[in-house]
């Protein structure tokens, strides 16, 4: 079954044009970098400069932000709901 991990409609272009992506992985790291290796488009877009993932993101387990968990180190388990939102930027 895995864990699926969900990207707006706007950003549904990264992944081909599904707002979904279903995965078995350990980690939410394991599960980016899955995404990323699945989809290599999103990799400019989720990643930065030094291999991080892109502080323009917010990422959320089961609606709860993974950086009040433990990060990109936050276990994942099957049925969990990843989901990668853009901060909104601009002046």
């Known amino acids: 079954m895995g864990a699926t991990i969900r990207l707006p409609g ?18 939410v790291r394991e599960c980016i970098d899955y995404l990323s290796e699945t989809h290599p488009d999103s ?13 323009l993101l917010m990422i959320f387990l089961n609606g709860e932000n993974v950086r009040h968990l ?14 990668i939102i853009p901060l909104a930027v601009g002046g």
């Open 10 to 27: 706007s950003l549904k272009f990264w992944i081909g044009g599904s707002e979904e992506v279903n995965c078995e992985c350990g980690t």
């Open 70 to 83: 433990d990060g990109l180190a936050t276990s994942v388990k099957d049925g969990d709901q990843l989901a």
């Open 43 to 55: 990799r400019a877009r989720l990643f930065d400069e030094q291999g991080e993932v892109s502080s």
